[in-house]
């Protein structure tokens, strides 16, 4: 199915350990962002990239890295994870159309650090 | 910084009622406002939108109104339905810079049959 898709869905790590969220789109959108999604705080924008290989922070980037060699995946990797870092993560990625300017987003990751 | 400010956390409102959503906004320079709707387990879907030349948007039972000179925005829901019931998020961006959305917290609607 066409769509962005986020794997794992649901994870639990400890603290001081890498994590990867995987994030893939099928559209070829030129746009895509990571945000977490925290009670009371909304989503907040942790990174974006306009395009492969172009890559900036957001609000919130600190403790996070991500790359893009290619269009359709934009990864986020959390170098050592931390209790702070619990939360649930959602990829998107950015259509202009005759609608207007959409954020489409992938189902979400739901990240426990204990 | 909250840049958008979106109030109540929180509406119950029974089916067949409006459903009102407020945000206020402090970067003037934003001109693109959306309103995203979440059901539990799922990512936001955009909702509506509305650009700042315009004071209201309708499409279907949703309606944004705009007021450029408050800094504000809110959300109509016309005739609420149970189906409604979902967290909905205002934001809003500036295009000229990837439309780098920054949301509000966020209100969780729930409509009583």
């Known amino acids: 199915d066409a769509g962005i898709t986020q794997s794992p869905r649901y994870k639990i790590t400890e603290t001081g350990r890498q994590v990867t969220l995987m994030c893939h789109q099928t559209w070829s959108h030129s746009y895509m962002f990571w945000y977490r999604q925290d009670l009371g705080h909304g989503l907040r924008l942790i990174y974006y990239s306009a395009a492969a290989d172009i890559t900036d922070k957001g609000e919130v980037p600190d403790g996070y890295v991500v790359s893009r060699s290619k269009t359709e995946n934009f990864p986020l990797t959390l170098e050592s994870a931390t209790r702070s870092q619990t939360s649930v993560y959602f990829c998107?990625?950015?259509?202009?159309?005759?609608?207007?300017?959409?954020?489409?987003f992938g189902p979400g990751t739901r990240l426990t650090v204990l | 910084q909250q840049q958008v400010k979106q109030s109540p956390q929180s509406l119950i409102v029974q089916k067949g009622g409006i459903s009102i959503i407020n945000c206020a906004y402090e970067?003037?320079?934003?001109?693109?406002f959306p309103w995203y709707q979440q059901f539990p387990g799922k990512g936001p879907a955009l909702l509506i939108a509305?650009?700042?030349?315009?004071s209201e948007k309708k499409e279907g039972r949703f309606t944004i109104s705009f007021n450029k000179s408050a800094k504000q925005f809110s959300l109509h829901i016309m005739d609420s339905q149970p189906g409604d019931s979902a967290t909905y998020f205002c934001a809003a961006s500036i295009q000229f810079y990837g439309n780098k959305l920054v949301f509000g917290a966020g209100t969780i609607l729930r409509v009583k049959s």
């Open positions: 998107a990625s950015r259509l202009e159309d005759t609608r207007g300017d959409t954020q489409y």
């Open positions: 509305i650009r700042p030349d315009v």
């Open positions: 970067n003037t320079a934003f001109d693109y």
